[in-house]
């Protein structure tokens, strides 16, 4: 029988975090103890967190070195990857790691959160030092020759804990929300009016949106921009914002305004507004600190000024105004949406 290994990385929060890192930190700890767990029940003989700090191989030396102290499959993901996932969904992974050599399974081939790899000391030996798993499938595909097969299309695989708002929506406790919890409640009354429009900026899908025709009264106006920046090549054009170039132009302060003439409530990604405005390199922006206080709607505890301005624009603005990443605006409408009723 083939061995299967679970290789959970964590990052720790660091000595110098935040308060809000720290209590982050702790919120992705406990899914990837979940998360163990499962997969031990799923049936893989080996599961380690590996909370150690990346070095210059990176996300991809990490994962090599697994593969080569391995001698079966592996599974990958990050300590706060597929939240929502089923003991089905688990056992699926482990079933092809554990399966013949040549093969994939991935949560989503674009924005990769969960990888399982048969074989994996033999095809990842050339694995190059990749900075993130978002490469990881393209990789595997293009040059390992693996068939790498793609779960999509089951939304909650694609619900991933990058910030204290994603643990607001799938419901786990979070400090500080108060603010936040009262937007999105907002949001969900608008939602219920035929008569109102809600707004969603940034990297949603067409997937998305039809499942907001279907399960809201209210209308939709969609911006969709920029999905898949984050594994854009250096050859292809700059990151560029219908709505960070009218930021650019008018202030961050604007926001408010901005978002209040086009509609009554809105759900912004805005990874795409500093991808915009700082480039595409997570590097280059606002601290993690900053970014978990504006997702939270507090601008007060925020020290970059451009972040500073524009989450108090939608703190203050007419509408109610969520600032947060991709599951906000993907997998996260559902979640958003759902608050205080049925899944559809």
């Given at each position: 029988m083939t061995r299967v290994a679970v290789l959970i990385l964590h990052a720790p929060a660091g000595p110098s975090a935040g308060p809000l890192v720290t209590a982050f930190e702790s919120?992705?700890?406990?899914n990837a103890e979940r998360q163990a767990a499962g997969f031990r029940a799923a049936g893989a003989d080996e599961i380690r967190i590996d909370d150690r700090p990346l070095d210059s191989g990176g996300f991809g030396g990490r994962v090599r070195e697994a593969a080569e102290t391995g001698d079966g499959g592996l599974v990958v993901l990050g300590s706060g990857s597929i939240a929502l996932a089923t003991a089905a969904?688990?056992?699926?992974?482990?079933?092809?790691?554990?399966?013949?050599?040549?093969?994939?399974?991935?949560?989503?081939?674009?924005?990769?959160?969960?990888?399982a790899v048969s074989g994996a000391a033999a095809v990842l030996v050339g694995l190059p030092d990749l900075a993130s798993d978002n490469g990881l499938p393209r990789w595997l595909t293009e040059n390992a020759g693996v068939e790498v097969a793609d779960l999509r299309s089951r939304w909650r695989l694609q619900v991933d804990l990058d910030s204290p708002l994603d643990a607001v929506l799938v419901g786990r406790p979070v400090d500080a929300a108060g603010a936040v919890r009262a937007a999105l409640a907002r949001v969900v009354a608008v939602t219920h009016d035929p008569k109102l429009e809600l707004i969603v900026s940034g990297r949603t899908s067409a997937a998305g949106l039809a499942w907001l025709e279907r399960s809201t009264a209210s209308r939709t106006r969609a911006l969709i921009e920029e999905r898949g920046f984050r594994t854009r090549s250096p050859e292809q054009r700059a990151v560029a914002s219908t709505l960070g170039m009218l930021l650019a132009r008018e202030g961050p302060e604007s926001l408010g305004s901005i978002l209040a003439r086009l509609g009554d409530a809105a759900l912004v990604d805005s990874r795409v507004l500093m991808a915009q405005q700082f480039g595409p390199d997570e590097?280059?922006?606002?601290?993690?600190?900053?970014?978990?206080?504006?997702?939270?709607?507090?601008p007060d505890r925020?020290?970059?000024?451009?972040?500073?301005?524009?989450?108090?624009?939608a703190r203050d603005a007419s509408i109610p105004i969520i600032l947060g990443g991709h599951s906000l605006v993907g997998p996260g409408l559902r979640l958003v949406l759902a608050r205080g009723r049925s899944w559809t």
């Amino acid at each position: 029988m083939t061995r299967v290994a679970v290789l959970i990385l964590h990052a720790p929060a660091g000595p110098s975090a935040g308060p809000l890192v720290t209590a982050f930190e702790s919120i992705r700890r406990r899914n990837a103890e979940r998360q163990a767990a499962g997969f031990r029940a799923a049936g893989a003989d080996e599961i380690r967190i590996d909370d150690r700090p990346l070095d210059s191989g990176g996300f991809g030396g990490r994962v090599r070195e697994a593969a080569e102290t391995g001698d079966g499959g592996l599974v990958v993901l990050g300590s706060g990857s597929i939240a929502l996932a089923t003991a089905a969904e688990r056992r699926a992974f482990v079933a092809i790691a554990a399966g013949s050599p040549g093969h994939a399974l991935v949560n989503n081939r674009y924005s990769a959160d969960i990888v399982a790899v048969s074989g994996a000391a033999a095809v990842l030996v050339g694995l190059p030092d990749l900075a993130s798993d978002n490469g990881l499938p393209r990789w595997l595909t293009e040059n390992a020759g693996v068939e790498v097969a793609d779960l999509r299309s089951r939304w909650r695989l694609q619900v991933d804990l990058d910030s204290p708002l994603d643990a607001v929506l799938v419901g786990r406790p979070v400090d500080a929300a108060g603010a936040v919890r009262a937007a999105l409640a907002r949001v969900v009354a608008v939602t219920h009016d035929p008569k109102l429009e809600l707004i969603v900026s940034g990297r949603t899908s067409a997937a998305g949106l039809a499942w907001l025709e279907r399960s809201t009264a209210s209308r939709t106006r969609a911006l969709i921009e920029e999905r898949g920046f984050r594994t854009r090549s250096p050859e292809q054009r700059a990151v560029a914002s219908t709505l960070g170039m009218l930021l650019a132009r008018e202030g961050p302060e604007s926001l408010g305004s901005i978002l209040a003439r086009l509609g009554d409530a809105a759900l912004v990604d805005s990874r795409v507004l500093m991808a915009q405005q700082f480039g595409p390199d997570e590097r280059g922006w606002p601290g993690a600190e900053d970014r978990f206080a504006s997702d939270l709607l507090l601008p007060d505890r925020i020290a970059d000024p451009w972040l500073r301005a524009l989450t108090a624009a939608a703190r203050d603005a007419s509408i109610p105004i969520i600032l947060g990443g991709h599951s906000l605006v993907g997998p996260g409408l559902r979640l958003v949406l759902a608050r205080g009723r049925s899944w559809t």
